[in-house]
């Protein structure tokens, strides 16, 4: 059974950063994507950034090299390195597993955790 669950969240402030970690079971990473979306209050999820070992890493076009995406297979678990945070960050932050050629939809969520980017 696929089950992820993401920590790291917290309160920072403009231009701080953030690590996020989501802990994946049940996972191959070589065929698993690894996914991190976001919904800020009052807006739907939307992707962030995805990875699969092997395969690569895609970004969101407002990350702008602000977040790097990575995998530690030895801990089963992926990273969301944030740095430069901006207000606009502020969200739950969610991670999802998928096997490839499948949509997020298909996948596996996690309970989400906040990111709130203030002073």
């Known amino acids: 059974q696929v089950q992820v669950v993401e920590s790291g969240g917290g309160l920072v402030q403009p231009g701080g950063s953030l690590r996020l970690s989501c802990a994946a079971s049940g996972v191959d990473f070589r065929d698993t994507i690894i996914g991190w979306y976001r919904q800020a209050p009052g807006k739907q999820r939307e992707f962030v950034s995805q990875?699969?070992?092997?395969?690569?890493?895609d970004y969101a076009g407002f990350v702008r090299s602000r977040f790097i995406i990575s995998i530690d297979g030895a801990k089963n678990t992926v990273y969301l390195q944030m740095a430069n945070l901006e207000i606009e960050d502020t969200a739950v932050y969610y991670c999802?597993?998928?096997?490839?050629?499948?949509?997020?939809?298909?996948?596996?969520w996690g309970q989400g955790t906040q990111v709130t980017v203030s002073s």
């Open positions: 990875i699969r070992e092997g395969g690569g890493r």
């Open positions: 999802n597993a998928r096997a490839l050629n499948t949509r997020p939809e298909d996948g596996t």
